[in-house]
């Protein structure tokens, strides 16, 4: 494919993915590339080697790939990173899979980002379909935020969750749950995203990748700070599902929503609608399992997608009932070799 996919291509609909447990894949997360402006202590280390950018699938196979798993049945694309924004030309893979949102064929396209560039490309995103964004923040202080992500500008990504709600997105902020780090300020951070109108997730730590120290001096379960918010606020439970794992409860005294994911202390597999894709094409169908299929041989092999949708009919053929995250003393060690920023946040 050498360029932009025509506005008027029809997708034809081939054969729904349902795994081996009977769950339907209609969720993909692509990360567009390994590569990011931070060097947050919990995703990588801080003298990461990124993969050769001639490893990497070009916007137009991305868009290809992404393509045949719209004609399969995926309705919600998220794109990820490392940091999605600071791919080159990133714009123009958002611009041409918008044309799944015309057609009907897509319901949302969205992306997770650091909010590092959001001030520049805020308008852009909007006008090219995307409706609502994910931004990572951990913390509302300078000088933690620095620490966490060795390097990074608080100021400056304030400015992009702001230019992103000027131009008309949705935003909602994630933040990694730290022991001895920011446990202690997330009633002040979900006050001031519910002030902001923005929902806010709490993540766990997840064992993924070797980043120079133990996650289990990093690891706080959202099972205890969840009961300390209950004895501060009060959460009500709430039915909401936006796609993904987090599981939602309304704080009364803010009137906003506040998210949990919690793949250490109570898992979201017996729901899992979603696989993942990254900037290399290998397609990852579990978060925590070193599970791991080739999608870049059939693209590249042919120009028809018989051989592409052959090979991730394959993959999802074997997805994992779950995944095996573990942190403790004993299995002080990545559960998984490759990092986040790999896989796709």
Known sequence: MSGPVSSSTVIPVTSSMIDPFGRSIS?????????????????????MTFLPKSDLLTLEELDRLCSAFISKGVRKL???????????????????LSRHLDSGALDELTLTTN???????????????VRRINVS????????????????????????????????????????????????????????AHRKDMDLTLIEVMPMGEIG????????????????LAARYTLSDLPDNTGGPARYVRVSET?????????????????CNRVRITC????????????????RKPLRASEEDTLLSAAIDRAIGLKPKGHDFVIDRRHNRPSVSRHMSVTGG
């Open 115 to 129: 909010g590092s560039q959001l001030e520049r490309f805020a308008s852009d995103l909007k006008a090219h379909g």
């Open 27 to 47: 969720y993909l997360r692509v990360s567009v590339t390994d590569r990011c402006d931070l060097r947050c202590f919990y995703c990588m280390s801080e003298d």
């Open 213 to 228: 120290e133990g996650r289990i001096d990093q690891y706080l379960p959202l099972s205890l700070l969840r009961a300390r």
């Open 137 to 192: 923040l951990d913390t509302l202080d300078a000088e933690k935020f620095r620490a966490i992500t060795r390097w990074g500008d608080l100021d400056k990504v304030l400015h992009g969750i702001e230019a992103a709600q000027d131009a008309g997105l949705k935003v909602k902020i994630n933040a990694v749950a730290l022991k001895n780090m920011n446990e202690e300020e997330i009633p002040s951070l979900m006050e001031w």
């Open 78 to 96: 998220r794109l990820t990173g490392g940091e999605p924004l600071v791919r080159r030309n990133v714009m123009s893979l958002v611009q041409s």
């Open 255 to 271: 009137g906003g929503r506040l998210g949990f994911i919690t793949p250490m202390t109570h898992n979201f597999c017996e729901s």
């Open 280 to 295: 290399t094409g290998t397609l990852h169908t579990c978060l925590g399992q070193e599970d791991a299929s080739d999608l």
